[in-house]
């Protein structure tokens, strides 16, 4: 396995704030970078291990925490309080969101040992409204969104705009995302004439891909997460992973 480092560093915002990125990078010398963009529960383990997994895969990983204007760095909620979360959601604009992500992104470009311009994003619940959205904003080479159902509900305009390759994975029995419209968004992508997957799992529910939730489903969350690594090796210029029909 790859050896890799950890690191927590600050980042100014161009509206004059302060974030926190949690960073995880291979030793060994780095020619890609995936921005990770969190749930609504904030950058916690689970996030800092997507971006632990994708270090060891070779890419520098860095996770945002996009509740910086209003929650104290290392805000991690819990799964079963979301009453919590509610005021730093409300509190996120698409303007202040795109700064976090374009000074995220902006590092990642300038990271001493990286220096590449070879970027691409991951986003979970929340974070995949947010990758779908930066995807329509910054010159990335993929974007990959897990359950952002927030898309469907706010976002839906922006698939005319979608600029790299994007990666959708949904749960079938997520009640926050209706078939309808994922078909729709599905439809617009294809009007607009945009590269996409629509990849729906028919056993999950929302946040089937965290260990730490009880909607965990293990079956569902190996084969999107080998999708995922495959889908960003592609459009990152690394080697895919083996593929084995023995894991699906």
């Known amino acids: 396995m790859t050896e890799i480092t950890e690191s927590q560093v600050h980042l100014r915002v161009s509206d004059g704030t ?56 290392g805000f991690a909620g819990a799964y079963d309080n979301f009453s919590v979360l509610k005021p730093h959601l409300d509190a996120l604009t698409p303007e202040t969101l795109m700064a976090d992500v374009r000074a995220a992104f902006e590092w990642i470009q300038s990271s001493e040992g990286t220096g590449t311009d070879n970027i691409a994003c991951v986003g979970f619940c929340m974070g995949g409204m947010v990758a779908f959205a930066s995807n329509a904003a910054l010159p990335i080479k993929g974007a990959v969104s897990f359950y952002g159902s927030r898309i469907l509900s706010q976002f839906m305009p922006l698939a005319k705009d979608q600029k790299a390759p ?46 730490e939730r009880s909607s965990f489903h293990p079956a569902s969350a190996e084969v999107a997460w080998g999708m995922t690594l495959a889908f960003l090796a592609r459009h990152l210029g690394k080697t895919p992973p083996e593929f084995s029909p023995s894991h699906v």
């Open 166 to 211: 994007v990666l959708l994975i949904w749960g079938g029995k997520d009640k926050s995302s209706p078939p309808d419209k994922v078909k729709q968004l599905g439809d617009d992508l294809r009007a607009a004439g945009k590269d996409f997957i629509n990849a729906e799992f028919s056993e999950a529910e929302h946040g089937f891909n965290c260990d």
């Open 18 to 73: 302060s974030m926190a990125v949690f960073a995880a990078r291979p030793v060994e010398k780095i020619t890609a970078g995936v921005l990770v963009f969190q749930e609504a529960f904030g950058v916690n383990n689970h996030i800092k291990n997507i971006c632990r997994r994708l270090a060891h895969e070779g890419y520098l990983a860095a996770a945002p925490e996009l509740f910086h204007r209003t929650a104290p760095e």
